[in-house]
DNA sequence: CGCCAGATTGACT
DNA sequence: GTCAATCTGGCGG
């Protein structure tokens, strides 16, 4: 898992994101959580984008490829990693994880930040190098189901939401 | 500076 | 199933 990673299409960094393990380093602990569901997000032409906006979003959806975004929604911060390539301003959005070494629930992008200890502080940090949060290699042959995106009030043609099937800590079935 | 929509959640009928 | 709390970012709706 490094860099170049975080430079290919959302879609596929979305899906192989999935199995991949957050580990959330908190004191001498660390929390540990596999992800079990994603989506990928464009930017100018995707109406459900926050790149569409001419900010800070759009901005830090520019930035290194591997960077942090949360943004608040409703009192809940959601948590993407950026993965731009050739100046194309995309991120993953992390819907859900699988608690591995703790319990909490995790089933929902504004759950898993509240139980992983995630919030504004972490806007804009790099996943590489960070002693706080990273992320440790995926697991392979996992069986994906896909579906649209979920709560976007404009969504694009294409499905972009990626889960490991039968998972029972997705948030939706 | 005020207004509003929104990648949500939880409580309630 | 419905609905409102709650707050941030973006923009002048």
């Not at 899906?15 to 596999?34: F, M, S, T, W």
């Not at 990928?40 to 930035?63: F, I, V, W």
């Not at 294409?158 to 948030?171: D, W």
Request: aromatic share 8%; proline share 2%; net charge positive.
């Amino acid at each position: 898992m490094d860099k170049s990673f975080f430079m290919q299409d959302a879609e596929k960094v979305a899906r192989e994101l999935l199995g991949c393990v957050l580990v959330r380093k908190i004191g001498n602990r660390e929390k540990k959580a596999r992800i079990v569901e994603t989506e990928a997000y464009y930017g100018e032409r995707d109406p459900a984008s926050r790149a569409r906006q001419n900010g800070d979003l759009r901005k830090t959806m520019l930035m290194k490829p591997g960077t942090l975004l949360v943004y608040g929604v409703h009192n809940n911060w959601l948590l993407n990693f950026v993965n731009s390539r050739e100046g194309k301003a995309e991120a993953v959005l992390i819907r859900a994880l699988e608690p591995l070494n703790f319990e909490g629930k995790c089933n929902g992008p504004g759950l898993l930040t509240k139980s992983m200890l995630i919030d504004k502080r972490f806007h804009k940090q790099n996943l590489f190098g960070n002693k706080e949060i990273w992320l440790k290699k995926r697991e392979k042959d996992l069986v994906i189901e896909r579906s649209f995106r979920i709560g976007v009030s404009k969504d694009l043609k294409k499905k972009l939401r990626f889960y490991i099937k039968n998972n029972e800590f997705v948030s939706r079935k």
